[in-house]
């Protein structure tokens, strides 16, 4: 019978390529788990649900949670915005302006995007509008658009747009830069430097360029041991994660493809965009079709399908729960 169950498992859902979108009693769900692997069972099961806690944004991103305030924020980027959402309070807006902060109106994706706390849990932000990656000044709990610097410029130049970034236990920071929060993005006069590049910022805040070799460098993340990194490219052209390893002084090394999304991409919404990465090394990579779950050795055990073009990911308290931006909403799924 546990061959038979096992042999089912591992053939894909037929149904799961249609979105579902159903209310069970007050909560709302979408989408369907398409499964490739038995082992994606022991991740999620397959009867979980996608549930909307957040709807009737313009394009969501950057997911974070914030332990002090048992609490989840994530980016609605067009308005300049973030939100916070939890168990006891639902949805709110907790931060505006969070990534343009000039008073002179302009064009383009301006709000924050990709989130993250640093080692003493100060929330840092990639910020399109500024152009920069910065710390807010404030407590979590009574934020304000205070914002400081952590990189801003590459030998001399001024960054295009910091979309995600990742810290190192070493404390050094790294971050994709690619042109989308510019205001007519690869034609904007305003771009100084006439690649998109991954780079990594030390203590002492020295940018360096880690590659130039991605078209979109877009999510980051290491692996559970730090040895490996890898980047999503959200080029439609090459639609791929790429896995690079890191040396002792930080730098990457031996580039080369984890997994080559571009025939999906041409046919399921979504581009490889953020991702993450649990205690066991399984990657939750958002893409085409959704969130698309890996193990450490590239196989693709399945897919989150929400239906939408989706951003981004990140866990809950004890990898228990996966929050996703999708396209308009906030969504959870529980995770074994």
Not at 87 to 92: C, F, L, Q, T, Y
Not at 272 to 294: M, Q, R
Request: negative net charge; charged residues 20%.
């Amino acid at each position: 019978m546990l061959l038979c169950l096992l042999t089912l498992a591992c053939q894909p859902d037929k149904q799961s390529t249609d979105t579902a979108e159903a209310v069970s009693g007050t909560i709302k769900t979408i989408g369907e788990i398409e499964v490739l692997d038995a082992s994606l069972n022991l991740v999620v099961s397959p009867n979980a649900k996608m549930e909307v806690l957040s709807e009737g944004h313009v394009w969501t991103e950057g997911p974070v949670w914030v332990p002090e305030l048992e609490a989840v924020l994530f980016c609605d980027i067009p308005p300049n915005k973030i939100f916070k959402w939890s168990e006891s309070e639902g949805s709110s807006l907790y931060l505006t302006p969070s990534g343009y902060t000039s008073d002179v109106a302009r064009g383009g994706e301006v709000g924050s995007n990709g989130l993250l706390l640093d080692a003493e849990g100060r929330l840092v932000l990639c910020q399109h509008g500024d152009r920069r990656v910065a710390r807010m000044e404030a407590a979590l709990d009574q934020p304000r658009a205070n914002f400081s610097s952590l990189a801003e410029r590459w030998d001399g130049k001024r960054l295009n747009s910091p979309n995600d970034a990742a810290f190192h236990p070493n404390g050094n920071l790294y971050f994709t830069d690619p042109p989308y929060g510019l205001e007519f993005r690869m034609q904007d006069s305003t771009k100084e430097i006439d690649f998109q590049g991954v780079y990594m910022v030390d203590a002492a805040q020295n940018v360096q360029l880690l590659t130039d070799e991605l078209s979109r460098p877009n999510g980051i993340a290491f692996s559970p041991d730090y040895k490996i990194a890898y980047v999503a490219n959200s080029d439609p052209d090459r639609a791929i994660w790429m896995a690079y390893d890191v040396q002792e002084d930080g730098t990457f090394a031996n580039g080369r493809v984890f997994f080559d999304a571009t025939d999906m991409a041409a046919h399921k919404k979504g581009l490889p965009d953020g991702l993450k990465v649990n205690a066991a090394g399984i990657l939750f990579a958002t893409g085409p079709g959704g969130v698309l779950i890996f193990s450490h050795d590239g196989s693709h055990l399945g897919t989150l399908n929400t239906g939408e073009a989706t951003s981004n990911c990140a866990f809950g308290a004890d990898e228990k729960t996966l929050f996703i931006t999708a396209d308009m909403y906030l969504l959870k799924i529980d995770l074994r």
